[in-house]
């Protein structure tokens, strides 16, 4: 059965992207191979994402992951239009669900931080992959966001590094 993991880089100060839903702060980052993005990569049977990160990736000629995975993509978004390659379902718990099939025994990548929340609320989150950056961006997306707080216990699962990456898995609880 397919897990559902949320992965994604993220500033040292906790931001997935600077105001705007801007992603630009990632191609200054000359990191080199990250043996843990590899092994997700390697890892991953389908990816689910919410409109907003849909947008972006449709203007990047439909790629996820740079062009570096292909495979099975669906997006949770009532109002998108639909472009090859990608599967638009409204409701999150049908998007998951026909994610999880595709990806057989494989990961679910779920990206975008708003989806990820959303997955985690359901209790569909298995685990969190991040990729602490060292980079500030002082204010954008938060990786965890959701104003009036909510607790998440996370259990740690693999800490490593790649050059100045540093590589943290959790298991949700």
């Not at 990816?47 to 990736?57: E, F, N, Q």
């Not at 569909?124 to 991040?130: A, I, K, N, R, S």
């Amino acid at each position: 059965m397919a897990k559902l993991l949320y992965h994604v880089t993220m500033s040292l100060d906790g931001f997935v992207a600077a105001p705007g839903d801007d992603m630009s702060w990632l191609g200054g980052l000359h990191t080199g191979p990250n043996p843990a993005v590899e092994r997700v990569l390697g890892e991953v049977g389908a990816v689910l994402m919410g409109h907003r990160t849909y947008a972006p990736a449709t203007t990047a000629e439909g790629e996820v992951y740079g062009g570096r995975w292909a495979g099975p993509i669906f997006v949770v978004t009532r109002d998108a239009a639909p472009m090859p390659g990608f599967t638009l379902l409204a409701g999150l718990p049908e998007a998951a669900a026909a994610a999880a099939e595709a990806a057989g025994s494989g990961y679910v990548a779920v990206l975008g931080a708003r989806t990820a929340r959303r997955c985690l609320e359901a209790g569909l989150l298995d685990e969190v992959l991040v990729h602490v950056a060292p980079v500030l961006l002082g204010d954008g997306v938060r990786l965890f966001d959701h104003p009036g707080g909510t607790r998440a216990r996370l259990d740690p699962v693999e800490l490593s590094h790649a050059g100045p990456i540093a590589n943290v898995r959790y298991r949700v609880r």
